[in-house]
């Protein structure tokens, strides 16, 4: 009976490992540093650089509606905690986004793949997101 268990309680734990249970799901950092023509900068989980926009403050987003198509942000769960560099930040619609350094982060809608970096210097406001 009590190997019956353990066996049990292992199974649990290896599914909540492989199946990404919510108390592992803030263990990750929400980017990662990818290498670019411009050196390192940082990205999302699928590879596309991350920018960051001088207009917004410490810890507010200033780009909303249209803005925000053009630059989506780098979105985080409404149950995200700050983990070291990165903090959240509640967008003017009540959703949240990560934030680097206090700057929220976004991607650029007309980087085609990984490695690209077009939106850098863009209306001398948006710049890469470095680590």
Avoid at 37 to 59: N, R
Wanted: hydrophobic share 40%; proline share 8%; net charge positive.
């Amino acid at each position: 009976m009590m190997s019956a268990l353990r066996v049990t309680a292992a199974a649990i734990g290896l599914g909540a490992v492989l199946f990404g249970a919510p108390a592992f799901a803030q263990d990750k950092e929400p980017a990662m540093t990818g290498k670019t023509a411009m050196g390192p900068v940082l990205t999302d989980a699928k590879g596309m650089t991350l920018y960051v926009f001088d207009k917004d403050s410490a810890g507010k987003s200033a780009c909303n509606g249209p803005c925000a198509t053009n630059w989506p942000p780098l979105m985080a769960p409404a149950s995200a905690k700050p983990m070291g560099k990165y903090t959240v930040v509640t967008r003017d619609d009540g959703s949240h986004q990560w934030a680097y350094n206090g700057k929220p982060l976004y991607t650029w809608a007309k980087d085609m793949k990984p490695g690209d970096t077009t939106g850098d210097g863009v209306n001398n406001v948006w710049h890469v997101a470095k680590p």
